[in-house]
């Protein structure tokens, strides 16, 4: 049964870099889909960070994109989230996520997450 | 900056319907399909409909989606009170050399 587990520190300073692995089990990397990262600031809505191929191929937030960086472990069957530069603002429950990209007629691209992990909180604050 | 914009809340009672809406614009909704998730208290969001009106293996029937032009909508008949939760909807944008946006996200309340 395929499951992600997000781990990494609970706790980053501000203007410090953030640094998160989502590790997969049940499936392996290599074998296709998207994987994705996708965070919750407390209280608000889902946010979008961004998604790497197994090529190594990525798309980001165009709002996050100057300080992301999404890359991919097959060997380790992990992938991880770097964000730099982070502050308050970047305080928010982490989760990682396989997704499906696909077109789905034509020119329609189908993108969802249908597998998601449990998600990590992570603080930013001295 | 959620660009698709969803109705802060909804609610019902036990067996009625609830709908609600979704609206985007021509870069994402009305050029791609559409996903919607609910996220129950405390927990991760669950992929509950993709491809505009498809539901994973295991989600109840009562759940249904739809898509006209630029906006979208999820259905939810029967309301049950395991049904409160928020509901997301989502789609690919295909500006800014594409990237997934989710809605602003509703609160159903079973009253």
């Known amino acids: 049964q395929l499951q992600l587990q997000e781990s990494g520190p609970g706790l980053v300073k501000p203007s410090e870099t953030l640094f998160l692995t989502c590790t997969v089990s049940g499936y392996s990397i290599s074998s296709g889909y998207y994987w994705g990262w996708i965070r919750q600031p407390p209280g608000k809505g889902l946010e979008w960070i961004g998604n790497i191929y197994q090529s190594g191929s990525t798309s980001y937030n165009p709002s996050l994109r100057s300080r992301v960086t999404i890359s991919v472990d097959t060997s380790k069957n992990q992938f991880s989230l770097k964000l730099n530069t982070v502050t308050a603002a970047d305080t928010a429950v982490y989760y990682c996520?396989?997704?499906?990209?696909?077109?789905?007629?034509?020119?329609?691209?189908?993108?969802?997450?249908?597998?998601w992990g449990k998600g990590t909180t992570v603080t930013v604050s001295s | 900056q959620s660009v698709l914009t969803q109705p802060p809340s909804a609610s019902g009672t036990p067996g009625q319907g609830v709908t609600i809406s979704c609206s985007g614009s021509?870069?994402?909704?009305?050029?791609?399909?559409v996903n919607w998730y609910q996220q129950l208290p405390g927990a991760a969001p669950k992929l509950l409909i993709y491809?505009?009106?498809q539901r994973p293996s295991g989600v109840p029937d009562r759940f249904s989606g739809s898509k006209s032009g630029t906006s979208a909508s999820l259905a939810i008949r029967g309301l049950q009170s395991e049904d409160e939760a928020d509901f997301y909807c989502a789609a690919w944008d295909d500006s800014l050399n594409g990237h997934y946006v989710f809605g602003t996200g509703t609160k159903v309340t079973v009253l």
């Open positions: 491809s505009n009106n």
């Open positions: 996520a396989r997704a499906s990209h696909n077109f789905d007629s034509g020119t329609s691209l189908s993108h969802y997450m249908d597998v």
């Open positions: 021509s870069s994402n909704i009305g050029s791609n399909t």
